[in-house]
């Protein structure tokens, strides 16, 4: 199982990224995608996931009406569209791949938003 995430970087308040988390080594249409962030002195949360056909999404409540998470099944690839950036979604985000009793981890890209 791999995966590479791609995407993070430094951007100023108000601005936007794109992350991308490419898949490998596993069923990835089959599973639940999500992206987690744990900021500075702060515990892992969810950001947002989405289910295998893309017809179920949820949000933190944090980030609903600025981030969308998309999937490509034939591309094997999650995304997360981040609009109007503020100081405190500055976290490493990772990809999460679960399914049943499987769950896998992406080893993180750093988003800092900073101006």
């Known amino acids: 199982v791999q995966f590479v995430e791609s995407g993070g970087g430094l951007v100023q308040p108000g601005g936007s990224l794109r992350l991308s988390c490419k898949a490998s080594?596993?069923?990835?249409?089959?599973?639940?995608m999500s992206w987690y962030r744990q900021g500075p002195g702060k515990e892992r949360e969810l950001v947002a996931n989405?289910?295998?056909?893309?017809?179920?999404?949820n949000y933190a409540d944090s980030v609903k009406g600025r981030f969308t998470i998309s999937r490509d099944n034939a591309k094997n690839t999650v995304y997360l569209q981040m609009n109007s950036l503020k100081a405190e979604d500055t976290a490493v985000y990772s990809c999460?791949?679960?399914?049943?009793?499987?769950?896998?981890w992406g080893q993180g890209t750093q988003v800092t938003v900073s101006s």
């Open positions: 080594g596993f069923a990835f249409s089959t599973y639940v």
């Open positions: 989405i289910n295998s056909n893309g017809g179920s999404i």
């Open positions: 999460n791949a679960r399914w049943l009793y499987q769950e896998y």
